[in-house]
């Protein structure tokens, strides 16, 4: 859950006021002036209450903001702000959740109709860009890929064969969307995969890199594949 720190923030803009070299502080060259001052704390309050999502009332923040500065008795104690805080960031983000899902089925149902595109029971779609042959790995077997993930907006967030190192895995212990996916290839074959967000990371998203509600794209192909008997033994 997030959290509005303004402590932290704070201490973010007053450590901003030096530079460091070495491992040593260094003094700015000059104080900015009061207006530049306000402005930059308005920057950094800004940021962090734009990443909750929550629509604010510019008079009433403003309101309580010189409350507080001016030494009044705000409307409500720190207990009760933090408290209202966490409310509106919890409503934020389901509102924000209940947009992104809708938006994820009407692109899955536009994506659905374009020609060489299969959805599964699962809502699933993948398109084959090389059919491979022989055998198709199954839910426990140890694969290895090269792969490549975006978003919907095309934006990179892994890749193997960036790395140059294909990535080797059960596929019981990775995402749902890439167990189902992985087993629809035979080795050799590359598919490209559109992943809801279900099959994927859903409403908590990934270490900070996937968003809630995130489509994934990957482009995988199956380099090879090994029966689960088999590793187990070769393990052993």
Request: hydrophobic residues 45%; aromatic residues 10%; contains cysteine.
């Amino acid at each position: 859950m997030k959290k509005i720190l303004f402590l932290a923030l704070v201490a973010l803009v007053a450590f901003g006021s030096c530079a460091t070299k070495d491992g040593e502080a260094v003094a700015a060259s000059g104080a900015p002036s009061k207006a530049d001052t306000s402005y930059a704390f308005g920057v950094a309050i800004g940021n962090s209450i734009k990443e909750t999502e929550v629509e604010i009332d510019y008079k009433a923040f403003l309101d309580g903001v010189k409350a507080v500065l001016e030494g009044k008795e705000p409307k409500v104690t720190l207990d009760e702000a933090g408290e209202t805080i966490q409310i509106a960031i919890e409503a934020a983000m389901e509102k924000k959740g209940e947009q992104s899902k809708a938006a994820e089925t009407a692109f899955f149902a536009e994506n659905g109709k374009n020609p060489g595109i299969f959805t599964t029971a699962s809502g699933l779609q993948y398109e084959v860009i090389t059919e491979g042959a022989g055998a198709k790995p199954g839910p426990t077997d140890v694969v290895t890929v090269h792969y490549v993930g975006t978003f919907l907006d095309g934006e990179e967030f892994d890749s193997s064969v960036a790395r140059d190192e294909p990535a080797t895995f059960p596929l019981d212990q990775v995402i749902d969307g890439w167990s189902e996916a992985v087993q629809l290839m035979t080795v050799g074959a590359k598919y490209r995969f559109w992943l809801p967000s279900e099959l994927a990371y859903g409403a908590d998203g990934a270490g900070g890199v996937i968003p809630p509600y995130s489509t994934l794209i990957f482009e995988v192909e199956l380099l090879e594949f090994e029966e689960a008997a088999a590793a187990e033994a070769i393990v052993e």
